[in-house]
């Protein structure tokens, strides 16, 4: 005869299916359309064609994600629902069954609802695998893969949820907690990273931001998926945050009061925490915004009160459920001295942060560029990287000077970006990023951008052997359809050999001088390896090769490429160029205008080509029309560049 208890058990588990087991049919109808309808429905030889799959994820990767994400919040939100409703609450807690019991039967029941439509899917992926001949595309790992990824993922969700759902008596509160929660490391690393740079001279906010975060939010890495599996590290961790969330969980539960449903929070202590964690995040929100917008300490002060203000109120609106609220004036009085003795102390650099360089015998190696980029962007096999003593000396020297520099440079801050990462011989990284102007530091620069190394770190010709040259192919900057290839042996070894020296006796003015290139070259060597380099006007000598081999017309865009141009003083042009404008914007005004001059001679237009710069903040603005692709292009001169036939013309 069974006994009462496991009678009990068996009804719960009943009610549990009757109350939520709809979410998991709604989450394998979701995945079933996702994915096996759509490999049913692209199963013609035709639709396969165009099909770029390496694995289940990428089939209707933003729906999977969806589901993903909501179905395992849901189900918390549903399942633990009669902690939050008085009646269901004291009927529950009524029967003849411990906490822990309960907790663990709709905790576990909740897992096996999220685990059964995956292992469906799952199973009919594997019924169509042969017939639909899916190893075309990945292996039979790949699914099983998948499921291990997808169920991984929901579980690390679904208890969050749970866990969030024992210290709240309201549904919403549960939900959107739920997404904070899983968000907060995130958040914050960006938060921080926004407003410290206010704080720290050099500090890299931009590199951390755009560093791989995912690894702190779930909710981020699952972004991945569809490119990546997680690394085995990781794997482990979630598995630790699954049984951490779970004991949890039930701890809490077990000390949950049974009065505390329909509050938003549960406990007094948590309380608290969530106001103050609210006004910090905003507060932090609110500076970060106005110190971008509007420099000057006074408007990040004035940003900070404005955004501990309203998470402030916010809070409290959640915490007493009305837009009513009592503004508790002592523990925001508390509040706001710890914030002003923070903000204090960050105008003294204890650490030393600011004036730490290491020394040249600590230093394995240094990356310099002028962009984060460069360094963590994850298409560059290889950062850049200068290992030679004197340029390591240079970078040093160089970052002195910037931190003697620092009163002026904090006040008004170049357009010019510098990148530097100290890579130790401990293993330590010490990283920095400036802004400056480029020009004040020239001698610095010239001496680093010109020596061998850089400039063998920098540019992929120094990649190339000539004699494994198999074609080049030249196209120009420009609204042209026109491009150059060369083909034969002996240009090709010619056309390496000249770029090669064009980049060897490059100064550092013609390299970071404002003219565009003439076109980018890309060249293929050892049959699948390929080269890019700009085609700068300095590089004179090539443009005379070009020209002695008949294929300078084809190379860059010429005078015979433009039907006309329109110059004009840049002052008579009513376009406020610092306010935005469109190239249609700028050509309209100027056709319509008395003060422009058109120009139909090539020869002019050729000179003018040559001569313009391709920013747009000179004192004259010239518009090229070109007639095949019925296009514009702008460039500028300034008083010094521009030709004399447009500046007679324009006087």
Request: net charge negative.
């Amino acid at each position: 005869m069974q006994s009462k208890t496991s009678l009990v058990k068996r009804e719960i588990i009943k009610t549990i299916f009757r109350s939520v087991g709809w979410v998991s049919i709604v989450y394998f109808l979701g995945l079933f359309f996702a994915i096996p309808l759509d490999i049913i429905m692209n199963s013609s030889e035709e639709q396969r064609k165009f099909l770029d799959i390496d694995n289940l994820f990428q089939y209707n990767f933003q729906l999977q994600f969806i589901f993903n994400i909501s179905v395992p919040v849901i189900l918390s939100v549903f399942l633990f629902r009669y902690t939050q409703v008085k009646q269901y609450s004291d009927l529950m807690h009524s029967l003849p069954i411990k906490r822990g019991s309960i907790f663990h039967q709709y905790a576990l029941t909740g897992i096996m609802l999220l685990i059964l439509p995956v292992l469906l899917i799952a199973f009919v992926v594997l019924l169509l695998y042969q017939p639909m001949n899916l190893q075309e595309f990945y292996s039979m790992g790949e699914i099983f893969n998948w499921v291990g990824i997808t169920l991984l993922f929901n579980i690390v969700i679904y208890l969050a949820g749970v866990t969030v759902g024992m210290m709240t008596g309201l549904s919403a509160v549960q939900g959107a907690l739920t997404y904070i929660f899983l968000l907060l490391p995130v958040g914050l690393i960006i938060l921080v990273s926004i407003n410290l740079p206010f704080y720290l001279f050099g500090y890299p906010g931009q590199y951390y931001m755009a560093s791989k975060f995912e690894k702190f939010s779930p909710l981020i890495a699952l972004t991945q998926m569809n490119m990546r599996t997680p690394s085995p590290i990781e794997a482990v961790t979630y598995l630790i945050l699954i049984l951490s969330l779970y004991f949890l969980g039930l701890q809490i539960y077990k000390r949950r009061r049974m009065e505390s449903v329909s509050h938003a929070l549960v406990f007094p202590i948590t309380k608290p925490i969530f106001k103050y964690s609210v006004t910090f995040c905003t507060m932090l929100l609110g500076g970060g915004y106005f110190g971008e917008m509007r420099s000057g300490m006074s408007w990040l002060i004035a940003g900070y009160l404005f955004g501990a203000l309203i998470g402030y109120a916010a809070a409290e609106m959640v915490l007493q459920k009305s837009w009513r609220v009592t503004i508790h004036v002592k523990g925001l009085m508390a509040y706001t001295a710890l914030m002003a003795a923070l903000f204090i102390l960050f105008q003294f650099d204890f650490t030393q942060y600011e004036k730490s360089i290491p020394r040249g015998n600590e230093i394995e190696r240094v990356h310099f560029s002028e962009s984060f980029y460069l360094y963590s962007d994850i298409d560059h096999e290889e950062p850049l990287y200068l290992k030679e003593y004197e340029n390591i000396d240079l970078v040093r020297r160089f970052h002195e000077t910037i931190v003697k520099d620092e009163n002026r440079l904090a006040q008004i801050p170049g357009r010019d970006s510098v990148f530097i990462v100290y890579e130790l011989k401990n293993g330590e990284k010490l990283v920095r990023d400036y802004r400056i102007n480029k020009k004040e530091y020239q001698p610095f620069l010239k001496l680093i951008y010109e020596s061998d190394e850089y400039k063998k770190a920098t540019n992929e010709i120094y990649q190339v052997s000539a004699d494994d040259t198999t074609k080049i192919t030249i196209t120009p900057t420009g609204p042209v359809t026109k491009r150059a290839v060369i083909t034969n042996d002996k240009d090709l070894k010619e056309a390496v050999e000249i770029l090669t020296e064009e980049v060897d006796s490059a100064s550092y003015e013609k390299l970071q001088g404002s003219d565009e290139p003439y076109a980018y070259i890309e060249i293929f060597y050892n049959d699948s390896n390929k080269a890019y380099m700009p085609w700068y006007p300095s590089y004179t000598r090539f443009e005379e090769w070009l020209e002695e081999k008949s294929l300078l017309n084809e190379a860059r865009v010429n005078g015979n490429d433009i039907s006309y141009a329109l110059a004009a003083k840049a002052k008579d042009i009513d376009i406020n160029f610092a306010a935005g404008y469109s190239y249609e914007e700028v050509f309209e005004e100027m056709r319509d205008s008395k003060s422009a001059v058109k120009l139909t001679d090539k020869e002019q237009i050729e000179s003018s080509l040559k001569n313009a710069d391709g920013y747009i903040d000179g004192d004259y603005i010239i518009v090229f029309y070109f007639d095949e692709q019925r296009t514009i292009d702008i460039k500028s001169f300034t008083e010094k560049t521009v030709p004399a036939f447009i500046k007679e013309r324009l006087q």
